[in-house]
């Protein structure tokens, strides 16, 4: 049966039918599709635009650009160039080749003038300046020393200091480096140049004592400019501790600590001699590395260390060999390097957020559709007219994969045409694996979800706030876990199991590849780079593909679950493996035996009814519609309530071009009937026979030759009456001219066809030409049998004749089982009603037989004066002795007369007698109407229900 030739030729028209109408839905839809396509192009072009304005703005500048400046010019003519490092401008330095980098003189770390160190409530020590000096900036600059031996120390420190200023004016290079010089500015990211000579710092000359007027000014000659600089005397100050341990305990003293408000005292280096001697030299210096350029984040203080380091080792020199012997450190020269332009990509940069955005941007559409066609039962709707799950999932998801294919490939197409580095620089086949098993991911998951909404704007509201909360999530708090390298890897993949992460990542780790690919001026990922551990892509890859399929399989089975609630049983895809029961076998319940008899004892009708039946099934034939064989359903009890019988046993035959009324208060099971014919529920027992095909097992083949026209029209507002009327045709295996003949006549027939009405979206719909058209595509594709639910709710007079004409025509070639509120239309309609109350069928016939066998009285009105009540009793009670008195307020009273008791020409003569003796106002004399038959029957009904 599975694999029938028949069934694949249904699938395929099913999804063709499914196919044309989602185009010609997505048709209308253009304008939300056109600007979804457009988004990634919007987003790309505003990169670019910035990228631009970086480039412009910022790269392009000429300060930021490696130049040239002529060294020797004739005229206008440039004969020797410099090219490299300008150093009347350094912010060239980060660009330009540098083949020979300059020299600097090394300098000394030391503090500025206000923050050195002082006397203090915290630092109480007596060999400290006054906190006076602070005033005039002639506070001088501490040292601390220590050691085993003092005298060693004191040898030291007194060698570590020319004593005079030897300054060579024509080796200025050389006679630095003889002095001490120090500086208090911080040092740049390399040492291409120093940056104290660009300061306005002075540098300063580090001696034990100052003259007086120790300010002056040297002019150097560095690489291609001479430049004037301040150079200052400051004193410093030796000041030997007893232990390491005491030096520490000053530092730490004088460090600056924000929240107790201290004052900053400053020391510029400390010694630890150990146990040096005039045989070993060992030494520990204290220097501060928390000196740190802002714009670099890493420590600085290391570049001063040298002086420091070489001042201490000259000082050994002297000790031992005496004065005169010097270790000279003459300058600091960077090693020359090659040109750097300056690179900056910004969607390598903002790329893993941005881009996050731009592909999440497709989940909430496949969400909303899904959850639409749920929330206005269209699923339902075309469940009924027979769509199975197989097209209907395979063209769904073929839809949104088509869409997110399109638009991944306008965004990858778009980004590369205007050079992106994200996209340029990676693997192109990379990229088109990841974002495809992303993509289906994304589906998979809108499935999924869209089982957990019923609602539109819920759905909406939480995809969208899913949607940006994921970015941000991912962008700030996943990409740190990234990074840092010490947060254990199992967590990170366990927090890719949520796509959006996983997304995120692979983002994150194209960004990287193109980041470093372009600065290193290298490429981006290659597949080959996947086995590096450090690149996540191949776990994220592996993740996701997982995920894909693990999630299309949930998918799957929850909507088979949900949308067929209690058809299937929850492990329906055991059921292969189950036994199935043998269809004609029925357990003959004592329960039913019991019921059985009451019906035969109560309702001759009903009984009947079931005979046909069963004899209907012993002799199938063909004129026979519909033939339900003792049909129930049992709702189990849920939450403690007892369990629900909806249909007790029903048992009904319809010969072809009858219509059967069923009537019945609320919560009679009619609804519950009509949910098993059409195959939305199965019976709990029992069973139903299409044509011969049971509805147990053979509801595909049911489809084929039935209509539905449910309560509510269940209709997309943006499709037109013949576009509704088109999918259901093909549904039912219309094809070409007889498709479009059948759709004009059945537009014709409703009355939709003038006036362009056909043309118009149904939103546009009036409620009387939505219902009729819902009754049109009940009947379209010829179907054998139908069945229409309450056909004309809420329609005025006009449209209800309209409607029931089209049905009365309609019902000359088919069996229609219609449900209904109106006895008008029950009257007018049906051939048989059907009276259902509490489950069961409580009596069925021809109008005229259930109102003459429930009915058999006539109702008899009359109004008289207060005084006269008594007589008009008399009047009835003459002409028939077995009047009940059904209704009295204030004169008017009402009675039901035994209809074999009186004759109409009786009651007019006796009204007409009367009328001489008492004034009469008014007077009637009515037979009974279905209403009638109908409230007695419920009341009965319930009675019993209620006795038993
Ligand atoms: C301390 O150093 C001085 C100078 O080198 C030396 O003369 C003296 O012997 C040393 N003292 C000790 C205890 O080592
Ligand atoms: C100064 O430096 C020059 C060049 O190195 C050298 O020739 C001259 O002797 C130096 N003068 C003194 C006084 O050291
Ligand atoms: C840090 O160094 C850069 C050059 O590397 C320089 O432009 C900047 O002014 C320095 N900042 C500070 C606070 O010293
Ligand atoms: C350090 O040692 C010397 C000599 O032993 C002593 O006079 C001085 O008080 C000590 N200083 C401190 C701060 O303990
Ligand atoms: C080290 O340098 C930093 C930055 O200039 C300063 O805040 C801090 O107080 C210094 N520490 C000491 C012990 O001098």
Not at 35 to 64: A, G, H, S
Not at 99 to 107: R, V
Not at 490 to 496: A, D, K, L, P, S
Not at 728 to 751: D, F, M, P
Request: glycine share 8%; net charge neutral; proline share 5%.
């Amino acid at each position: 049966m599975r694999n029938s030739p028949n069934e694949r030729t249904f699938f395929w028209t099913q999804a063709n039918a499914l196919l044309r109408k989602n185009l010609t839905y997505q048709k209308r839809n253009v304008k939300t599709n056109v600007r979804l396509i457009l988004f990634p192009f919007v987003l790309c072009l505003l990169m670019l635009l910035l990228q631009k304005l970086i480039e412009k703005q910022i790269l392009d500048k000429p300060e930021n650009k490696c130049g040239c400046i002529c060294t020797k010019t004739q005229g206008d003519k440039c004969l020797e160039k410099e090219c490299g490092i300008q150093y009347s401008d350094l912010s060239q330095v980060g660009t330009c080749p540098i083949p020979h980098p300059p020299e600097w003189p090394p300098l000394m770390q030391v503090p500025v003038p206000q923050y050195r160190a002082v006397k203090s409530i915290f630092l109480p020590f007596l060999d400290l300046p006054d906190e006076s000096c602070r005033k005039n900036g002639s506070c001088p600059i501490s040292m601390f020393f220590t050691g085993n031996n003092m005298s060693f120390g004191e040898i030291m420190y007194e060698n570590m200091l020319p004593s005079t200023l030897t300054i060579n004016i024509s080796d200025i290079t050389g006679s630095m480096a003889l002095n001490v010089l120090g500086s208090a500015t911080k040092t740049g990211y390399s040492n291409f140049f120093e940056p104290s000579f660009f300061s306005d710092l002075p540098i300063y000359l580090l001696q034990s004592q100052c003259r007086q007027n120790s300010t002056f000014s040297v002019s150097v000659q560095l690489a291609s400019i001479s430049m004037q600089k301040e150079v200052k005397c400051a004193q410093v100050l030796h000041l030997w501790r007893n232990s390491s341990w005491e030096v520490n305990d000053e530092l730490y003293k004088g460090y600056y600590k924000s929240n107790t408000g201290r004052q900053i005292n400053e020391i510029s280096a400390g010694y630890d001699f150990l146990n040096s001697n005039g045989n070993k030299f060992n030494v520990s210096i204290w220097y501060n590395a928390t000196y740190k350029n802002s714009t670099g984040s890493r420590p600085i203080g290391l570049a001063r260390i040298p002086r420091s380091i070489n001042m201490v080792s000259n000082a050994y020199i002297q000790f031992l060999l005496g004065p005169g012997n010097e270790m000279l450190f003459e300058f600091v020269k960077e090693m020359p390097k090659l040109e750097t332009p300056n690179k900056f990509d910004l969607a390598s940069l903002l790329g893993p957020l941005f881009f996050t955005w731009v592909i999440l941007q497709l989940f909430p559409v496949a969400l909303i559709s899904l959850v639409y066609e749920k929330q206005q039962k269209l699923r339902t709707m075309m469940k009924m007219h027979g769509l199975g799950d197989g097209p209907y999932w395979l063209i769904s998801y073929g839809y949104f994969l088509a869409l997110s294919v399109v638009y991944m490939l306008c965004f990858v197409m778009f980004g590369s045409v205007i050079g992106l580095k994200f996209f340029t620089m990676n693997d192109y086949t990379i990229q088109l694996v990841f974002y495809f098993i992303y993509i289906n991911l994304q589906i998979s998951w809108a499935f999924l979800l869209s089982s957990i909404f019923s609602n539109v704007k819920t759905a909406t509201v939480t995809a969208y706030i899913g949607l940006f909360g994921s970015g941000l999530l991912a962008g700030f708090l996943f990409q740190i876990f990234v990074q840092d390298t010490s947060f254990p890897r199992g967590w990170i993949m366990v927090m890719e199991l949520y796509p959006g992460f996983a997304l995120y990542r692979g983002l994150y780790e194209f960004a990287q590849s193109s980041f470093t690919g372009d600065t290193s001026g290298t490429h981006g990922m290659r597949w080959g780079d996947l086995s590096d551990s450090t690149n996540g892509m191949e776990e994220v890859l592996i993740i996701m593909f997982v995920e894909w399929v693990l999630a299309l399989f949930v998918a799957y089975y929850i909507d088979q679950l949900f949308s067929s609630a209690s058809r299937k049983s929850a492990l329906f895809f055991l059921k292969t493996f189950q036994k199935k029961p043998c269809p004609s076998f029925r357990k003959p319940s004592i329960q039913s035996q019991g019921h059985k008899d009451f019906v035969q004892m109560e309702k001759p009708d009903v009984s009947q009814e079931r005979e046909k039946v069963e004899q209907l099934i012993l002799e199938p034939t063909v004129n026979h519609a519909i033939v339900c064989d003792d049909l129930k359903k049992v709702y189990p009890g849920r939450d403690g309530n007892p369990e629900k019988i909806a249909v007790s046993g029903l048992s009904l035959a319809l010969p072809q071009g009858e219509c059967v009324g069923m009537l019945g208060p609320n919560g009679a099971g009619k609804t519950s009937f009509i949910h098993m014919m059409i195959g939305l529920t199965k019976p709990t027992s029992g069973t139903a026979f299409v044509h011969g095909l049971d509805i147990r097992t053979h509801m595909d083949g049911i489809y084929t030759s039935m209509g539905v026209c449910p309560q509510h029209d269940l209709l997309w507002e943006t499709l037109t009456g013949r576009e509704h009327l088109l999918f259901y045709g093909r549904l039912k295996n219309l094809k070409g001219s007889a498709l479009t003949q059948a759709v004009e006549e059945s537009l014709r027939s409703v009355n939709l066809f003038h006036g362009g009405v056909a043309d118009k979206q149904a939103g546009k719909y009036s409620g009387g030409m939505k219902r009729r058209l819902s009754v049109a595509i009940s009947l379209i594709g010829d179907p054998r049998v139908v069945y229409m639910d309450e056909p004309s709710t809420g329609l005025d007079p006009a449209s209800r004749n309209l409607l029931w004409n089209v049905i009365k025509h309609a019902k000359q070639d088919r069996a229609i089982i219609l449900t209904t509120h109106s006895m008008e239309e029950a009257e007018v309609l049906c051939d048989r009603l059907g009276i259902f109350v509490g489950g069961s069928l409580q009596c069925i016939g021809n109008p005229n037989e259930l109102k003459a066998r429930y009915g058999g009285t006539y109702v008899f009105t009359m109004t008289a004066s207060l005084d006269h009540e008594k007589d008009v009793e008399n009047l009835v009670l003459q002409l028939s002795p077995n009047a009940k008195k059904i209704y009295h307020i204030s004169g008017t009273q009402k009675f039901e007369l035994p209809k074999d008791e009186v004759r109409i020409s009786n009651v007019f003569q006796a009204v007409n007698d009367a009328k001489r003796n008492f004034t009469v106002s008014a007077w009637g004399l009515a037979d009974t109407t279905l209403e009638d038959v109908f409230i007695k029957v419920a009341r009965s009904a319930q009675e019993f229900e209620t006795l038993s």
